[in-house]
């Protein structure tokens, strides 16, 4: 297992748990990220900035703090 902010451009994979205070894993949860969603890393911001993550046919934009407290499983 490793973590969503780990994930290589382009890389997909599958979300397998988020460990986040309540606030956050409710905010992540009305975003759309559920464990056992499909994802993909479309690009991440110059100097550790945000990762712009794509989950169907929705993107999402994430602080890589917010992208560590997701753990996902690699295809």
Request: charged share 20%.
């Amino acid at each position: 297992m490793q973590l969503l902010s780990q994930l290589s451009i382009g890389q997909q994979a599958v979300i397998s748990a988020i460990e986040a205070e309540e606030s956050l894993f409710h905010r992540l949860s009305a975003l759309g990220f559920r464990v056992g969603k499909p994802l993909s890393i479309i690009r991440r911001a110059n100097f550790n900035g945000p990762l712009q993550v794509r989950l169907g046919t929705t993107d999402v934009i994430l602080r890589n703090t917010e992208a560590a407290r997701i753990r996902i499983n690699t295809n």
